[in-house]
């Protein structure tokens, strides 16, 4: 008894010396700041999207600079109250917060800026200027960091597209080859062909439930037809008036195009997020989808998918015609003008004013976001990270998740995308749920089929005039000025 | 001694109820006055009633609050006949009724919005298994989270599967509490079931009911879990309820005056419906004691 | 006799058809948290290996912590619930005893005198006196109650509140959707931790408060059934011995009403443990609990069903164990019949 309990002091003692040297021993690693004793609280959504993430740059924070990392997690629609209703009462709860660009103009003035050094790394240099540039931006001041990358992509059923018999029935129909649709009306015309519904196969899928993201694809199709390119930033308002611009012709048109793809899809669509139109593709169920990189990513996963192989990627589908707000008229192009929408924009990171370690929270932004842990990031299935920077877009990265034609053309479609010169930008204002509630729920009804498209818009388009004006028209014209970079 | 014995037993809980919801309810008053938005930052104004008059003046708030009654009243009536059907069979001494008794307050305890989640699956129009079903009976894609009457239908499912358990324990518990005496001078006047049903059982459970139903009303009140998961609002704001429609304005618009109105209007609205509720039901009860 | 039978299976008949109808769902949650993806959107499966490979890809996801922590809060909902559980009926069925068998007259002038004794001394003590926010209140709370006790027993004109009323405004605590009181309790909590440096934001304590005083109601209402259900014979024998009113309360009331105590007990757990709103506003990264984590399950970019299945069963397991061990103690009203 006596040995057993010698033995026993002995080796508590032993743990509790060598731990005590092993936790005086944290050394931060060379050139690193020193941040012991520093606590990071980083608000994210409940995991594994961008949380993991989050986690994988704070696991390699902790070892570089000693500091701990504690990543608090939340249900995506609740994050946006908790942030505001914490900075409303000045508490310091959180000294990252990780959000949604929309959010931005709200946020904006509880944020503290990105300091000047991160800005002269070569890694800022490999941030795309998309993001760079306007994204991170607000009012002038950097006060965020990209820490994903968002758009949509156009997918499409490799296997169905090259199917021989498919190919030749289509070109008998319609008098020309089965491609990748360039326009909406291709696009439709693909669908109509291959919706056969007695067969188990429909035409698209796309998100239509009311707080389902159903207005981001909404959007995706109003660019096409309102993202004029000699009129920079006059696809959601008058740039000059502030006065909505959602329900002209454009707008229209789109919202047409939408109720044609609510036909096309499979049954009870209308109560689709944009997660079951990823299950929805990958399941094997549509020829084509669009979506954020998710799709992607899911539908070559053997283990996620029916149709690991053949998932397809593209720009979406652009217009030879858009409304031009200033003439009032439809202009007609020569060419196809594509108007990739950056849908949502991709999640951001940022620190609050009130955190007490602002710098050690810059640091590890700047840390989690580097070059070698971003890439790992983007490359992880889980993660929830699409690129966002020119290094993501190797394509010796991707080639050991997709197949080569799909990461090909993946990273092209997600590469061209932002680099095209008629990107079309999501809106950012402050009030953004108020406007988009509104629209929401006239979507709805115009897809129920119970109000006409154009008496939809335009009651959107009144509320959002009587919003903008409730909250002050010049602001609200100044903070849309300066979110589409005006 | 009786004095200070009744003031023991009643102050801690007074106490406790004073503290933490008394600052919440004079705040609330005191925001609905005011033209009180948090984003963008307006600096808050008095503006007496305007707030309380914008909002009688909105359609959707009238059809909102349409929409939950219509709601409140049909599954609760469902949960009370259900429920204290099921009390009364398990009361009965059936077959398997340890079985029973634990399995039936399940749905009761589980998470509002795991529950809806979970149902959501089940409705859905293309993975779900009760889609199997109603095709199997040759209805094939049913739309029961996008077409009205059909939405409806599914609310009340939810909503009665998963509060039904609340009226049946406390049935039973009610049967329980009953003196078996008087049922035993029954059956020696050989009185049929349903004579001792309506006779005995009935009336002297009553004061229950009326609080069970009571309680289950203003609970189904505050329906939002199951409405936001399922439908969002349903089509437009067609299944909308009147929590949901607050918790748009207050935590993602951040209308807190505005908010606060409509929970203060909806407090008032209880209260008077409580009011004539127990105004009509007391003298029954009265009756019977 | 015949009726008897009839009887018999039609009872049979109902308690199955609501079994089956309970339990799907709950077959239906257990059997999706084995599913990989390609289970659920090939379409509905219903048994495993033989619709489809079972895995326990979600299982092992939820307990590695990348979908949050189900360890630190699953105990923190334990604690909590668990707590406040207890507080809220003990509290509770004191306070609802009280209403039944003791005559309450509140007059209404002295709640007047409350709030506006309330309002003058808060406004003195923040004008005046320049305490800060919260011991202003606290001062002008006790101000208020003091005075109109005092008031109420001084012969005012004016209606007078009897128990029924009493037991009215404890119910319609409960009225209110929660939504501003939510936000309301934030600023005070964080307010109170500002001034005075307790810290109520993201504790035990403030929660565990919150949900004392939200489950209080329910168990008044409830209970002030069941007690007035109770022959009160008994209980004046006892008086009449001298016996103490504690020692009615606790040795012959509470095990005369055990079915409904049960009962009441029973909700008041379910209540806390799922409440969702409170959990999510007052708490942050120490004292979260399950319902929060559960529902974010359901992240904004696809509903995950395996994901959601496995948190709902680790939710729901210890409740489970609770009705189990509650519904033992409900089994017997011969209880009742016995001791008369």
């Known amino acids: 008894m006596k040995k057993m309990f010698a033995g026993f002091l002995a080796s508590a003692t032993a743990a509790i010396l060598t731990s005590g040297i092993a936790a005086a021993q944290c050394k931060p690693q060379s050139g690193m700041p020193d941040y012991t004793g520093v606590t990071i609280n980083v608000g994210s959504q409940v995991g594994p999207f961008i949380a993991s993430a989050m986690k994988q740059g704070g696991d390699s924070w902790s070892k570089a600079t000693c500091g701990k990392v504690q990543i608090v997690e939340f249900p995506f629609g609740e994050l946006y109250p908790k942030y505001l209703t914490a900075f409303a009462a000045g508490e310091d709860a959180f000294d990252v917060i990780t959000f949604a660009p929309a959010w931005t103009p709200d946020l904006a003035p509880f944020l503290s800026e990105m300091p000047s050094k991160m800005r002269e790394t070569d890694a800022w240099q490999d941030i795309h200027p998309t993001y760079r540039d306007r994204l991170m931006v607000w009012e002038g001041k950097h006060k965020s960091q990209t820490i994903d990358g968002d758009l949509h992509t156009l997918h499409y059923r490799i296997d169905l597209f090259e199917d021989p018999k498919e190919r030749a029935a289509f070109k008998a129909k319609y008098g020309r080859d089965l491609v990748v649709p360039r326009t909406w009306d291709e696009y439709y015309e693909v669908a109509e062909f291959f919706h056969r519904p007695n067969d188990g196969i429909y035409g698209v899928t796309e998100a239509f439930a009311r707080g389902g993201q159903q207005f981001w694809f909404y959007f995706t199709h109003a660019a096409s037809y309102t993202n004029h390119p000699e009129n920079p930033g006059s696809m959601f308002f008058d740039p000059d008036t502030m006065d909505a611009q959602v329900n002209n012709p454009g707008w229209v048109k789109a919202l047409e195009d939408y109720i044609k793809s609510l036909k096309l899809a499979p049954p009870g669509a209308l109560n689709y997020s944009s997660g079951d139109t990823r299950q929805q593709f990958a399941g094997g169920k549509t020829s084509m989808n669009f979506d954020w990189g998710d799709t992607g990513t899911v539908g070559t996963d053997p283990s996620q998918s029916q149709i690991p192989g053949s998932v397809g990627s593209d720009l979406t589908p652009g217009s030879t015609t858009i409304w031009n707000y200033k003439t009032k008229q439809w202009d007609e192009f020569s060419r196809v003008i594509h108007s990739p929408f950056m849908a949502f924009g991709g999640w951001q990171a940022a620190v609050p004013e009130l955190s007490e370690d602002k710098e050690a929270a810059w640091h590890y932004v700047e840390h989690t976001t580097n070059i070698e842990n971003s890439s790992i990031q983007a490359i992880t299935g889980g993660s929830g990270v699409n690129p966002y920077r020119y290094s993501h877009f190797s394509k010796d990265l991707w080639e050991k998740k997709m197949s080569p034609r799909e990461a090909n053309e993946y990273l092209t479609a997600q590469r061209d995308s932002l680099g095209a010169t008629n990107v079309a930008l999501d809106m950012r204002l402050p009030g953004y749920f108020s406007y988009t509630e509104i629209l929401e729920i006239e979507l709805t009804r115009a897809l129920a089929g119970e109000i006409s498209p154009q008496e939809a818009l335009d009651s959107v388009a009144s509320q959002w005039n009587e919003l903008t004006d409730e909250f002050g028209r010049d602001s609200q014209k100044a903070a849309y000025r300066a979110s589409m970079g005006l | ?289 | 006799m015949n009726k008897n039978s009839n009887q018999k299976i039609i009872t049979q008949i109902l308690c199955i058809a609501w079994l089956i109808f309970t339990l799907f769902p709950l077959y239906w949650i257990f059997v999706t948290s084995f599913k990989s993806p390609i289970a659920v959107t090939g379409g509905p499966t219903y048994l495993p290996w033989i619709d489809f490979e079972p895995t326990l890809n979600a299982w092992s996801d939820a307990f590695s912590g990348s979908r949050g922590d189900f360890f630190a809060t699953f105990f923190n909902s334990v604690w909590i619930s668990i707590a406040a559980s207890l507080i809220a009926v003990v509290f509770g069925s004191m306070a609802a005893y009280a209403l039944v068998r003791f005559q309450f007259r509140v007059k209404l002038l002295a709640g007047i005198v409350f709030a506006s004794c309330g309002m003058g001394s808060y406004l003195l003590a923040k004008e005046i006196f320049d305490w800060k926010d919260t011991t202003s209140m606290g001062f002008a709370f006790l101000c208020a109650l003091i005075l109109s006790v005092i008031s109420n027993r001084l012969p005012l004109p004016g209606p007078v509140l009897k128990n029924n009323d009493v037991v009215f405004w404890f119910v319609s605590q409960r009225m209110m959707p929660p939504i501003v009181s939510a936000f309301a309790l934030y600023m005070l909590y964080s307010k109170i931790g500002k001034d005075s440096g307790i810290r109520l934001l993201d504790s035990f304590a403030g929660l565990t408060l919150c949900y004392v005083a939200f489950s209080l109601p329910l168990v008044v209402w409830l209970m002030r059934d069941f007690f007035e259900s109770l022959p009160v014979e008994v209980e004046e024998a006892a008086l009449v011995d001298d016996v103490p009113r504690w020692r009615i309360f606790l040795e012959i009331v509470i095990p005369m009403a055990k079915p409904g105590l049960v009962a009441v007990t029973m909700i008041t757990i379910g209540f806390v443990w799922n409440e969702f709103l409170f959990a999510l506003i007052l708490t942050t990264g120490d004292w979260q609990t399950l319902p929060v984590l559960l529902s974010g399950q359901n992240s904004y970019r696809g509903d995950e069903w395996w994901a959601i299945a496995v948190a709902n069963i680790i939710a729901i397991a210890p409740m489970l164990i609770i009705t189990i061990l509650l519904g033992r103690m409900m089994r017997s009203g011969l209880m009742l019949g016995s001791i008369r």
């Open chain 2, 1 to 289: 001694m009786r004095d200070w014995s009744r003031h023991v037993f009643i102050w801690p809980a007074t106490l406790v109820v004073l503290l933490v919801t008394l600052f919440p309810l004079v705040y609330t008053l005191d925001l609905s006055f005011q033209n009180s938005r948090l984003v963008p930052p307006l600096p808050p104004k008095y503006i007496g009633l305007g707030n309380y008059t914008k909002l009688f003046g909105q359609e959707r708030f009238w059809s909102v609050i349409g929409n939950t009654s219509i709601f409140v009243f049909v599954s609760v009536t469902l949960q009370y006949v259900l429920g204290f059907a099921i009390a009364l069979a398990l009361h009965s001494k059936v077959a398997g009724e340890k079985l029973y008794r634990i399995t039936f307050l399940l749905p009761m305890l589980m998470t509002p919005i795991a529950v809806a989640l979970l149902w959501k699956t089940m409705f859905n129009q293309q993975f779900g298994p009760l889609n199997q079903v109603f095709t199997f009976f040759g209805y094939a894609n049913p739309p029961f989270l996008t077409e009205n009457i059909w939405s409806y239908g599914s609310l009340i499912t939810v909503e009665v599967w998963q509060w039904t358990p609340f009226v049946i324990l406390m049935m039973l518990a009610g049967l329980q509490s009953l003196p078996t005496d008087i049922f035993e001078a029954a059956r020696l006047e050989n009185a049929s079931s349903l004579q001792m049903f309506l006779g005995i059982t009935f009336p002297m459970l009553l004061p229950l009911s009326a609080a069970v139903i009571f309680i289950r009303i203003v609970e189904a009140f505050k329906i939002i879990d199951t409405v936001y998961i399922m439908t969002g609002g349903g089509p437009g704001i067609a299944t909308e309820t009147l929590t949901l429609f607050a918790y748009q304005e207050g935590l993602k618009k951040f209308n807190l005056g505005y908010t606060s109105a409509i929970s203060f209007l909806f407090l008032v609205f209880i209260i008077i419906f409580g009011l004539i509720y127990m105004v009509i039901l007391k003298p029954q009860i009265e009756k019977r004691r």
